[in-house]
């Protein structure tokens, strides 16, 4: 069932649209993220949901009932922003009844609730701690237990891991992701990190300019994306300039061809078109006794080696190229050595170019 339907969203400050025609369903249960570079209007359109905003346009409904014109606190949903708002001179305990006592909740079924809630979140001995006597990941657990103490039937949350330094962060993406799962609530979060995208979300919104630039699950948009833009936003990729001559051949940039499965003319490219290939699909090998169509070759130009992972740049004519293997698969790589890379024809994609306005 689809819980939040967005219709025709606009948003304009002054002349500038800040959200342009946005359709969306958000299905019920699932974490939808917005992804997108700064200022393409994601935490516009979040705040247009919650009611802290109003569109220019468009409707915004839930449950099939239309929220357009219902103001935020009569919405019923629970938020976290980046900030986390929480109150400083208050307890744990104080900070997440906040939103109960607010609603006139009877004291002990308050006290039931925030115990509850304190499980939830794995803080329950921290229940008169005041907030400012916490850590970082302890203060986003307790806003986020706030936000759903009054089990709100949707969850907003706008950026709220990016004050968490990188491990830390990765840990609460994914404590969310569980506790979310387990509620079973539907959650958007606005993110601009791809990565937490990637490992949160059911469904990724990737936004551009104000306007959806491809919705759908996170390894669909990673391995299908539509656009130059979503490729380079979604992941590392190899992204090429290439040539189509009419045959199912493309021209690379230094001039040789190779073949790819979904041939050019099926795509239906027209105008500029770039070759996208993920590093992970680029293999390496030192030795080439077969050298098909698709074996370019080349010299390591740099090599990032970081224990888990090793990413190669090479150097091709006319253009570089990054492979991602790992250290034991290659444990015999050095800068500056020749090298041959395959570029498996089912593992290219041909995509539109990013255009220029
Ligand atoms: P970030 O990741 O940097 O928070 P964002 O994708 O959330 O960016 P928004 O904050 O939604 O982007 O802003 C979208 C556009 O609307 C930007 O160009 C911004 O400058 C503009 N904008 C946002 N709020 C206002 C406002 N109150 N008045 C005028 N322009 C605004």
Same mark, same amino acid.
């Given at each position: ?9 606009? #948003? ?17 249960? #699932? ?27 468009? @409707? ?17 949903? +629970? ?10 001179? %208050? ?61 709100? #039937? ?34 958007? %979060? ?6 937490? $995208? ?14 959806? $630039? ?73 030795? %080439? ?8 070759? +080349? ?26 293997? @790992? ?9 500056? %050595? ?10 290219? #994609? ?8």
């Amino acid at each position: 069932m689809t819980h939040l339907t967005l219709q025709a969203v606009t #948003k304009r400050f002054h002349t500038a649209y800040a959200v342009d025609h946005v359709d969306l369903a958000v299905p019920d249960g #699932k974490l939808v993220c917005f992804l997108g570079p700064s200022g393409c209007g994601k935490t516009t359109l979040l705040r247009i949901i919650a009611g802290l905003e109003t569109a220019t346009s468009g @409707t915004v409904a839930f449950a099939g009932r239309d929220l357009t014109h219902v103001p935020a606190n009569q919405r019923d949903f +629970g938020m976290v922003f980046q900030s986390l708002a929480l109150f400083p001179h %208050m307890t744990v305990a104080q900070n997440i009844a906040y939103p109960l006592r607010l609603r006139r909740v009877a004291k002990d079924a308050q006290a039931v609730r925030v115990a509850e809630l304190l499980d939830l979140i794995q803080l329950p001995h921290m229940a008169d701690r005041p907030v400012s006597r916490l850590s970082g990941g302890q203060r986003q657990r307790v806003a986020i237990a706030r936000a759903i103490a009054s089990s709100p #039937k949707l969850l907003l949350l706008d950026e709220p891991l990016s004050a968490l330094d990188a491990k830390l962060r990765e840990a609460m993406q994914v404590e969310i992701r569980l506790l979310q799962q387990r509620l079973g609530i539907t959650t958007i %979060m606005v993110t601009h990190d791809q990565r937490e $995208a990637m490992t949160m979300a059911d469904e990724i919104v990737v936004m551009e300019k104000g306007r959806i $630039a491809q919705v759908g699950k996170p390894l669909d948009i990673y391995r299908n994306p539509v656009s130059e833009f979503v490729a380079d936003f979604i992941g590392l990729g190899n992204i090429l300039p290439v040539t189509l001559d009419g045959t199912d051949r493309i021209g690379l940039p230094g001039g040789q061809q190779i073949i790819v499965d979904a041939a050019p003319r099926a795509t239906g490219a027209t105008g500029d078109v770039r070759l996208l290939i993920r590093p992970e699909d680029v293999s390496m090998r030192t030795v %080439m006794t077969d050298r098909g169509p698709n074996v370019l070759a +080349g010299k390591v130009a740099f090599i990032r080696d970081v224990g888990s992972s090793l990413e190669a740049t090479i150097d091709c004519a006319g253009f570089t190229l990054t492979a991602a293997t @790992t250290p034991r698969e290659t444990p015999d790589l050095r800068v500056g %050595m020749p090298i041959y890379a395959e570029l498996p024809p089912h593992a290219c #994609k041909l995509i539109a170019a990013r255009t220029a306005h």
